[in-house]
T-cell receptor
Framework: KAGVTQTPRYLIKTRGQQVTLSCSPISGHRSVSWYQQTPGQGLQFLFEYFSETQRNKGNFPGRFSGRQFSNSRSEMNVSTLELGDSALYLC?????????????FGPGTRLLVL | GESVGLHLPTLSVQEGDNSIINCAYSNSASDYFIWYKQESGKGPQFIIDIRSNMDKRQGQRVTVLLNKTVKHLSLQIAATQPGDSAVYFCAEKPPRAGGTSYGKLTFGQGTILTVHP
């Protein structure tokens, strides 16, 4: 079974631009979570989607948004990019949501904001 | 306040030694815990998990121990190999009550494991 895939793998943007990142979960998984990883803050939860509904959201500004499609694929969008948004953005999928569900991570999208 | 940067604990071992990586978790109500391994340029890779109704769980060359009294997790790697060199993260998941746990894993800062041949 193929793992979680994320596109693009690398991205360079300038301040003020917006960016859309894509995630395809493991086949059959319906929950997709997004995380931001930086050297300063570590791994931080952004949001989680299940059956096209956002179920949970972390402490990030409204510039960070996401959505999930009927095939469980998910996208996240960051508008009005800031230098501090440079990070590795990780997507994780699991079969269900809530409870003891293992999340499996993709390779991430490394975003550099100049 | 905000941290300037995370200073990750490091563990350096010789090939063939056993390694023990420790983690203190924050939420006494968390009922599920996972260890991940992250190699440079890759996403976190699942190693082993444990539910709060267990104290110990074993996998292939790895054992996770859970001490709920002191909110402590440890990962033991037997016969450590150079390929085990990576950053290791523990993650906790709070219970489902109130819906606040959906999808959210809270990660520790990580430990850098270096295995010398």
């Amino acid at each position: 079974k193929a793992g979680v895939t994320q596109t693009p793998r690398y991205l360079i943007k300038t301040r003020g631009q917006q960016v859309t990142l894509s995630c395809s979960p493991i086949s059959g998984h319906r929950s997709v979570s997004w995380y931001q990883q930086t050297p300063g803050q570590g791994l931080q939860f952004l949001f989680e989607y299940f059956s096209e509904t956002q179920r949970n959201k972390g402490n990030f500004p409204g510039r960070f948004s996401g959505r999930q499609f009927s095939n469980s694929r998910s996208e996240m969008n960051v508008s009005t990019l800031e230098l501090g948004d440079s990070a590795l953005y990780l997507c994780a999928s699991s079969y269900l949501t809530g409870g003891a569900e293992t999340q499996y991570f993709g390779p991430g999208t490394r975003l550099l904001v100049l | 306040g905000e941290s300037v940067g995370l200073h990750l604990p490091t563990l350096s071992v010789q090939e063939g030694d056993n390694s023990i990586i420790n983690c203190a978790y924050s939420n006494s109500a968390s009922d599920y815990f996972i260890w991940y391994k992250q190699e440079s340029g890759k996403g976190p890779q699942f190693i082993i998990d444990i539910r709060s109704n267990m104290d110990k769980r074993q996998g292939q060359r790895v054992t996770v121990l859970l001490n709920k009294t002191v909110k402590h997790l440890s990962l033991q790697i037997a016969a450590t190999q150079p390929g085990d060199s990576a950053v290791y993260f523990c993650a906790e998941k709070p219970p489902r009550a109130g819906g606040t746990s959906y999808g959210k894993l809270t990660f520790g800062q990580g430990t850098i494991l270096t295995v010398h041949p």
